[in-house]
């Protein structure tokens, strides 16, 4: 039986509750994603997908349904434990990076080991593992200005995988790179997606970036208005999950 990764029942998001402003952004949303799954969500801007992204990176939380990560509900828990699981459980890879700018490649792949307590010894021995499986280990030692965009992103994707998380989280991660730097990011999601076998959900306006995932989930005005690619692993049917 296939795991269920990301399972997502009637998420309904609003904003200003109960005033006359009241603004609902997500209206009742159902995504499962399975162990090993590729997903693009896509939609242009002012769409939903921001504010889906923060709930699956439990970033934010519903304001009604549930979301279960790795069968935990994480709708339920509170701040310092939302904290341990954007810490463990999901690896994120930002447009803008996100590096620290005072440190050098491979303490920044070593920060998210830091917070979960791993051994100087272990921090070190993964975060070289890492980048050079983003081929970045000759540089380790540089630091962010010193990189271009997409080595800033190779070592982004490196340190989103140092606990070895349920997920990869991806926010429009070529948006700020130049056609063919985009490529060469994705071709590393690929890789971990392929050799890694790493769950990706990959956040984007671009159908042409979803369209080299598996499973394309479009949505728009806070609603899914098509799930292309989903096979459920447990059945033989293919479903869509709108």
Do not use: C, W
Request: cysteine-free; hydrophobic content about 35%; charged content about 25%.
């Amino acid at each position: 039986m296939s795991k269920r990764v990301i399972e997502m029942s009637n998420i309904i998001k609003r904003y200003y509750i109960g005033q006359p402003n009241e603004l609902q952004i997500l209206n009742g949303m159902n995504i499962t994603v399975h162990e090993g799954e590729f997903v693009a969500i896509v939609g242009a801007s002012g769409s939903g997908k921001s504010t889906l992204m923060n709930i699956i990176g439990a970033l934010d939380r519903p304001t009604e349904g549930t979301y279960h990560l790795n069968g935990t509900d994480v709708s339920r828990l509170n701040d310092k434990q939302l904290s341990q699981i954007r810490n463990k459980e999901i690896g994120f890879v930002f447009q803008t990076f996100n590096l620290i700018s005072k440190s050098n490649a491979l303490k920044n792949v070593e920060l998210p080991m830091l917070y979960a307590g791993k051994s100087r010894k272990e921090r070190r021995q993964r975060a070289l593992e890492l980048l050079k499986l983003v081929e970045m280990s000759d540089r380790a030692s540089h630091k962010p200005n010193e990189l271009s965009g997409g080595q800033k992103q190779r070592v982004a994707i490196a340190r989103a995988m140092a606990n070895d998380p349920s997920i990869i989280l991806a926010d429009e991660p070529t948006g700020a790179l130049d056609s063919k730097t985009g490529h060469l990011v994705m071709d590393i999601f690929h890789k971990l997606h392929k050799e890694e076998g790493k769950t990706i959900v990959l956040i984007t306006h671009s159908p042409e970036l979803a369209a080299e995932t598996d499973r394309i989930i479009t949505i728009s005005d806070g609603n899914i208005v098509s799930d292309t690619g989903y096979k459920d692993p447990d059945s033989t049917e293919t479903e869509v999950n709108a």
